[in-house]
Structure formats: C-alpha cells, structure tokens
C-alpha cells in the first residue's frame, strides 16, 4: 500500500464504498480488521477514527459492541462523490460556456479566503487571477451546493459566460490550470496500477482479501484525481492529454475488484 496515503483516507473510502451499502455503521473492532488488511495497525485506527469524529464525518453509535456511522451531514458530500468519481468525467462541450466565481474576503476573515482558494481548487476551478475563478459550466450546481453548504455564499459572488476575446483560449487555460500537476498525478496512478491490472486480469479467481487490498488504495488515490481535473473541453486540452489512459485503468480495476472486496467487507462484518 501506498505509504503516504492516510488512515482516515483509506477509512473514508471504507465507509463510502462499503459501510453504506451495509447499513451506514461498523464496529471499531470489525474496521480495525479491515484496516489490518491495507497495513494499518490498531493505534493508527483509532487516532484517525477520532479526527475523524472531532471534524463531524463519524458520529459513534453503540449496539452489540461500540461502533461508527458517517454524520447526516455527510451524506450528500459522499453522493457527490460518488457523482464525481464513477460516472465518466467526459470532456464538456465548449458551446456550454463557463461558471465564474468572483469573491472579496475582508482581511479579518482571511481564513476564509483560504477556505475558498481551497474548495474551488477541489472542485476543479481554474485561477484566473485574484478572487476570480473558472470552471466549466457543468460545475455550477456543485459550486452552488458546496458554498452553501460551507456557509460560505455571502463572500461569492457565481456568474455563467461564455469567453469573447481577445487571446487564444487554448493557450491561456494553460495558465489557469496547472496541467503538469494534473498530468503527473494520472500518471502517477497509471504507473502504480496498470501491472496490478494486469495481475489481475490473468486470474480466474480472484481472492476476495486480495481485491479488498488492492482496491481501497487504488480507490482512496483515484478520488482525488475527479476533483482536480475539471474535465475541460477537448478543445483546450493538450494533445497528449493522459487522463483518459488512467480512466481507463481506474474503471477496468473497479469493475475487476470491487465485488470481491464487498464480499470480503461483508464476510468480516457479517452484514
């Protein structure tokens, strides 16, 4: 397993890939198993599980044993997730124009700018100079959803557009979103699970503790790569563009692994 990946990452993708669609709540001992399995020892489990309390993503709740469910107020983060993540992040069309967002934090509420650089950077908004920030069109609701959600609104102000003039688009995006970074980051993931693609395409069977290993890493990297790439238009995007090689790995991995590792999940929990 990738080292620099964090315990409460790899429990975020437990919960969201598996814990849902087993009723929302998992003992603390049954969450420490599965997290022996990625290479995570008990202390590391509980430390995480309680950053992850103290910031709302888990609330504990007791039955046969003492145990954890994601916060209501969660939900809809990890729907949107599931949006961004599974469902082919096509080029948009350039005819559909572009989301912008402009806003003016108060020096006093610096800490908000800094909340706002951060979650349009997640979204995948590209920086076009201070307090001013593009997106494809399609981003709109989802920037709407999240500043609303962050109580972060008053401080933005959110237009649609269409570019006029007066440079070539193609060039200047370039300048706006840090391709290179992006670029390295698909590769990056190729590189790491295109032989173990491989690997498993060539079993007949596949060991259902050995697809949950592989899966919940693969998973927990690949989640972040939907956000940081605002699927421009074809248009605009460099001609040895690689985000749709690593798609590629990502879907044929996630349709190889990912029944077994709920099989694996559900055997552990006896849900």
Avoid: C
């Avoid at 008990?42 to 916060?71: C, D, F, M, N």
């Amino acid at each position: 397993m990738d080292s620099s990946i964090r315990p409460s990452s790899l429990i975020n993708t437990v919960y969201g890939a598996f814990v849902r669609r087993l009723g929302g709540w998992i003992s603390i001992a049954d969450l420490i198993v599965l997290m022996g399995d990625l290479g995570v020892d008990s202390q590391a489990v509980r430390s995480a599980i309680s950053r992850l309390k103290k910031r709302g993503v888990l609330v504990p709740e007791r039955r046969s044993g003492t145990g954890y469910r994601l916060s209501p107020g969660m939900h809809p983060v990890f729907d949107e997730g599931d949006r961004r993540i599974f469902e082919s992040l096509a080029p948009a069309a350039l005819e559909d124009g572009w989301v912008m967002a402009v806003f003016s934090v108060p020096e006093s509420e610096r800490t908000y700018r800094y909340q706002l650089r951060t979650r349009l950077t997640w979204l995948g908004f590209g920086n076009m100079g201070p307090g001013i920030w593009l997106a494809p069109a399609r981003l709109l609701e989802p920037a709407r959803t999240m500043l609303e959600r962050l109580e972060l609104s008053d401080y933005v102000h959110l237009f649609t557009s269409q570019y006029a003039a007066f440079s070539d688009l193609r060039t200047t995006v370039s300048a706006w979103w840090d391709f290179p970074a992006i670029e390295n980051q698909y590769a990056a993931f190729t590189d790491a699970y295109s032989p173990i693609l491989r690997s498993m395409e060539e079993q007949k069977d596949i060991d259902a503790g050995e697809a949950f290993r592989h899966y919940v890493p693969m998973l927990t990297q690949w989640r972040r790569l939907p956000y940081l790439d605002p699927g421009l238009p074809a248009e605009l995007l460099p001609d040895d563009w690689n985000a749709v090689a690593a798609r590629r790995v990502f879907q044929h991995l996630h349709g190889v692994l990912a029944a077994p590792s709920l099989e694996h999940v559900r055997k552990v929990t006896g849900f």
